[in-house]
Antibody
Framework: QVRLVESGGGVVQPGRSLRLSCSAS????????MHWVRQAPGKGLEWVAV????????DYADSVKGRFTISRDNSKKMLYLQMNSLRAEDTAVYYC??????????????WGQGILVTVSS | DILMTQSPSSLSASVGDTVTITCRAS??????LAWYQQKPGKVPNLLIY???TLQSGVPSRFSGSGSGTDFTLTISSLQPEDVATYYC??????????FGPGTKVDIK
């Protein structure tokens, strides 16, 4: 079955950087685009970024554009989110999510358990 | 950018009631709409996709309808295990997979 496991979260000072990782298994990772979604404490879901199956296309929410970079390593079945210039408002649980099909315009049918990132001095 | 709104933001209903949640897109998105359920402390779970298709394993008391800009999630015969926050999400383009702000459902 599909398994997505995030890692790399923690407490970081404002202005610093952090890289999240998502390990994928149970499906043909290199065939699927992948997403990051976040959820601030007590708030709703916010889509963050998407990457195409081969890494050639990427897109970001306006709130993170220019600061966050999504990437992947298909040989390792890993998804990454490099987060730079972190702000207090980036504090959230970050989920990696898989679309239901290889077409990127698709609902999310599998989610990781989430990893908490806290930006605080 | 297409904005997604939901109403109401919260509701309280009795066990056995029929509950209706509305989602509206600021521009037409055809039927590229999903509904997710998120129980407290849990990961979101896909309920409905393509506006009206029930995800495998989801109880049949959940149903979805709509197309274009206006969509509805209906829970017929609300159960205690349905206490959760419900989100709509658009996926009509290869970018900006925006979620609605959520509707919190409680038992009266």
């Amino acid at each position: 079955q599909v398994r997505l496991v995030e890692s790399g979260g923690g407490v970081v000072q404002p202005g610093r950087s952090l890289r999240l990782s998502c390990s994928a298994s149970g499906f043909t990772f290199l065939s699927y685009g992948m997403h990051w979604v976040r959820q601030a404490p007590g708030k709703g879901l916010e889509w963050v970024a998407v990457i195409s199956f081969d890494g050639s296309d990427k897109d970001y929410a306006d709130s993170v554009k220019g600061r966050f970079t999504i990437s992947r390593d298909n040989s390792k079945k890993m998804l990454y989110l490099q987060m730079n210039s972190l702000r207090a408002e980036d504090t959230a649980v970050y989920y990696c999510a898989k679309p239901a099909g290889v077409v990127i315009e698709n609902r999310f049918d599998s989610w990781g358990q989430g990893i908490l990132v806290t930006v605080s001095s | 950018d297409i904005l997604m709104t939901q109403s109401p933001s919260s509701l309280s209903a009795s066990v056995g009631d029929t509950v209706t949640i509305t989602c509206r897109a600021s521009q037409g998105i055809s039927n590229y709409l999903a509904w997710y359920q998120q129980k407290p402390g849990k990961v979101p779970n896909l309920l409905i996709y393509d506006a009206s298709t029930l995800q495998s394993g989801v109880p049949s008391r959940f149903s979805g309808s709509g197309s274009g800009t206006d969509f509805t999630l209906t829970i017929s015969s609300l159960q205690p295990e349905d206490v959760a926050t419900y989100y709509c999400q658009k996926y009509n383009s290869a970018s900006f997979f925006t979620f609605g702000p959520g509707t919190k459902v409680d038992i009266k």
